[in-house]
């Protein structure tokens, strides 16, 4: 499962010439990245470079200039439920569980948009299978749970969705190294189900320990992309990262 | 207990469409009144109970239903029917044109928002001539209280009805997600504003056929009583007493206070006011999630329900 290989596909998400902002003010400066299928691609950077930003404008809740061709289909011209129905699904920063539902509604939640009530279930068994903690707890309220159980609750939640492609942001924020690291692992088993994941990250090692390719970012730009192994060493990365 | 809820509201059913061969016509008259109250407070239970968004507007569906029965009988002397109908349309068109914006606001906002639209209506419709401008309209008589109580019956079963079906339906569960967390609920593929903006409507079908049936009884209507915003407060209290976001609770509620309300106001008179208001603290404070909540939980905390409500307020 090496990204060289994956390269050789046809990509799952194509992004160029992205460009997005807040009421005139630029944000996103012509970013390009490719996302092909069953890879985990990593999106670094630190405080305000705009990777929420970009997951915004991907999402399409922010509205921009530039092409976004999700498996064949233009994004650019669709609403955020519709982007989400062509299988484009965010984990948002903080969660925004259903804090007063129980961990079974939050992951049905999940499903809203689906009408195969057989696959719903089937997939549902398969979170439990995926996220035991979830079994166990499937009758609890969302919100008396612990951050990284919680974090596993909105990842399910996510992957009921059926998603082609998985945006998760700031998966690692509040939690344990030891839950992060965690999480990680659950992430490898999402790709096995041939599932794309584009994770969102401040913890630059976490992310590209566990990512195939990695995207860093600087100030609305793309300064540097590569194989997560070669960008975890590169000093460049580490100067730009670090500001230093 | 599942088993017996559909005959104990069969039989609920039957004695409450009894009342008028049985009961006096003050029972008759303070009926259609409570059973009015219902509808209003189950209509507010879609938009403030299922939603979560505490509409002060509702006053206002609940006024053009009444001026569009107002206005089709006197002015346009078409049936009751379609005044019934006319009003419906004009809530429903409100609740779209005014709820696309509105109901972008949350919370306290939104409250002041649906408050000040309840006002800007009785300076409208004050102003309007068809609508017999702040004089009002005075509608042809019907002296039949019967048929009233027996419609203000049927409305409370459709409301209830449809308000039984969003708790099971899809529609429901996406509303449910909206007043859970709406930022959580457009992430998982809810089209929140479609969804807000259904439920207001739906919510204002209903305000507005009881304020059409409201306006036929008691024959006269002007813009203070009609957009009167005490019957928008009056509603939010029946549905919070009773349990907001229930199927039952809400006519739980209303018929309750009625009843109360008119107990006290013949018993003590000059204090009737006062006590009603300890009522409702009481219930806020003792209860805060309604009556329906309370009778679920009850058998199982006992006295401690109340107990751990207090301290929950941190009194």
């Given amino acids: 499962m090496s990204a060289v290989s994956a390269e050789r596909k046809e990509p799952l998400l194509q992004v160029s010439g992205l460009s997005a902002g807040y009421g005139g003010m630029p944000v996103l400066h012509d970013v390009a990245i490719e996302i092909f299928p069953a890879e985990i691609v990593a999106l670094v950077g630190s405080n305000g470079a705009g990777k929420t930003t970009l997951l915004r404008a ?79 707890r499937r009758r609890q309220l969302a919100g008396s749970m612990s951050g990284g159980e919680q974090q596993m609750c909105a ?26 690291e965690q999480l990680m692992d659950v992430l490898a088993e999402i790709r096995k189900e041939g599932v794309t994941v584009l994770l969102v990250e401040q913890d630059i090692h976490l992310a590209l320990s566990g990512a195939d390719r990695g995207y860093v970012m600087e100030t609305g730009r793309i300064v540097h992309s590569g194989l997560a192994k070669d960008l975890i060493d590169d000093p460049e990365v580490q100067r730009a990262y670090l500001g230093l | 207990m599942k088993a017996l809820q559909i005959p104990a509201v069969l039989i609920a059913l039957i004695v409450l469409a009894a009342v008028p061969w049985f009961g006096s016509d003050v029972l008759v008259q303070f009926g259609i009144n409570a059973l009015l109250l219902a509808v209003l407070a189950q209509g507010w239970n879609i938009i403030g109970g299922y939603t ?15 001026y569009g029965v107002g206005i089709a009988m006197v002015q346009w002397e078409l049936p009751f029917a379609v005044g019934l109908a006319f009003g419906v349309v004009l809530s429903v068109a409100f609740a779209i044109l005014l709820g696309i914006p509105v109901l972008r606001l949350k919370g306290h906002y939104f409250a002041i928002a649906t408050l000040a639209l309840a006002q800007v209506m009785t300076a409208i419709v004050s102003n309007v001539k068809i609508a017999g401008q702040n ?30 079906w969003l708790s099971r339906s899809r529609f429901g569960f996406g509303l449910i997600a909206i007043r859970e967390n709406e930022e959580g609920a457009a992430v998982m593929g809810v089209n929140t504003t479609l969804y807000k903006v259904l439920a207001f409507a739906l919510s204002g079908v209903f305000s507005a056929l009881a304020g059409g049936i409201h306006a036929y009884w008691v024959t006269f209507i002007d813009p203070e009583s009609a957009f009167d915003i005490s019957l928008n407060v009056k509603m939010i209290i029946m549905a919070v007493f009773g349990g907001p976001g229930t199927v039952f609770g809400p006519i739980i509620g209303a018929l309750s206070l009625s009843a109360i309300s008119e107990f006290l106001s013949s018993e003590i008179t000059s204090i009737a006011g006062l006590f009603f208001g300890v009522v409702v603290v009481a219930a806020v404070v003792l209860m805060p999630r309604g ?25």
């Avoid at chain 1, 700031?170 to 992060?180: C, D, K, V």
């Avoid at chain 2, 909540?293 to 009194?315: H, Q, V």
């Fill in chain 2, 135 to 164: 004089i009002g309209l005075v509608l042809p008589p019907l002296n039949n209280d019967l048929l009233f109580y027996e419609l203000a019956l049927g409305l409370l079963v459709v409301a209830t009805l449809t308000i039984y």
């Fill in chain 2, 52 to 66: 979560g968004y505490a509409s002060f507007g509702n006053s206002v569906f609940y006024g053009l239903g009444s």
């Fill in chain 1, 58 to 136: 991907l999402s399409r809740v922010l509205a921009g200039n530039g092409k976004i061709v999700l498996d064949r289909k233009d994004l650019m011209p669709l609403t955020p439920d519709q982007a989400f129905q062509t299988g484009l699904v965010q984990v948002p920063e903080g969660r925004q569980l259903f804090d007063r539902m129980t961990v079974q509604d939050n992951l049905l939640m999940g499903a809203f948009r689906r009408n195969d009530k057989a696959a719903v279930a089937r997939d549902l068994e398969k979170m439990y299978a995926l996220f035991p903690r979830m079994a166990e």
């Fill in chain 2, 291 to 315: 009556l329906a909540d309370m009778l679920r939980r009850f058998r199982t905390t006992g006295w401690r329900y109340f107990a751990e409500n207090i301290k929950a307020t941190r009194l």
């Fill in chain 1, 155 to 180: 990842m399910a939640r996510g992957l009921m969705a059926a998603p082609l492609l998985l945006m998760i942001d700031e998966m690692s924020l509040g939690l344990a190294p030891i839950i992060a």
